[in-house]
C-alpha cells in the first residue's frame, strides 16, 4: 500500500483521488481544474460515457426487473406503472451519476499516475 486514499471511496464520495480531502467537482458535475487542498490537477482527466453506461445497465436491470416482478405478482395497470417507475428511473440515473462518474475519474487518476511514476 502506497499511503495514497483508495480509488473507489474518494471517487464515491467526489473527493481528490490525489489526496482525499479536497472536492473533485464543482457544481453538479464539473470537474474542478485543481485541488484546493493538495494542488492536484485534473485537466485531462474525463470520464466520457463511461458512467451513463454503468448507469444504463444497473437502473434498467433495478427498475426493468422490479416493474416485471411487479407486474407478475399484482398486475398493475400501466398508468401505475408509468407514475411509480419513471420517476424512479430518473431518481436513479441522476442520483448515481456524480458518484460513477467520480469513481471513473478516479481510478483514471489513479493508473495513468502509476503509468507516469514508472518513467518507462
Known amino acids: 500500500m502506497t499511503g495514497e486514499p483508495?480509488?473507489?471511496?474518494?471517487?464515491?464520495?467526489g473527493r481528490c483521488p490525489a489526496c482525499g480531502?479536497?472536492?473533485?467537482?464543482e457544481g453538479f458535475l464539473e470537474v474542478v481544474p485543481r485541488c484546493a487542498a493538495c494542488g492536484a490537477t485534473f485537466g485531462g482527466q474525463d470520464s466520457g460515457d463511461g458512467p451513463v453506461a454503468f448507469?444504463?445497465?444497473i437502473a434498467g436491470g433495478l427498475v426493468?426487473?422490479?416493474?416485471?416482478v411487479t407486474e407478475v405478482k399484482y398486475a398493475w395497470p400501466l398508468w401505475l406503472h408509468m407514475?411509480?417507475?419513471l420517476p424512479l428511473?430518473?431518481?436513479?440515473c441522476v442520483g448515481l451519476l456524480r458518484p460513477l462518474k467520480g469513481l471513473l475519474i478516479a481510478l483514471q487518476y489513479r493508473h495513468r499516475r502509476t503509468d507516469f511514476d514508472t518513467d518507462g
Open 6 to 13: 483508495s480509488p473507489i471511496t474518494t471517487g464515491l464520495l
Open 21 to 25: 480531502r479536497g472536492h473533485l467537482f
Open 89 to 92: 428511473a430518473a431518481a436513479l
Open 64 to 68: 426493468v426487473g422490479a416493474a416485471l
Open 83 to 85: 407514475v411509480v417507475w
Open 55 to 57: 448507469i444504463i445497465m
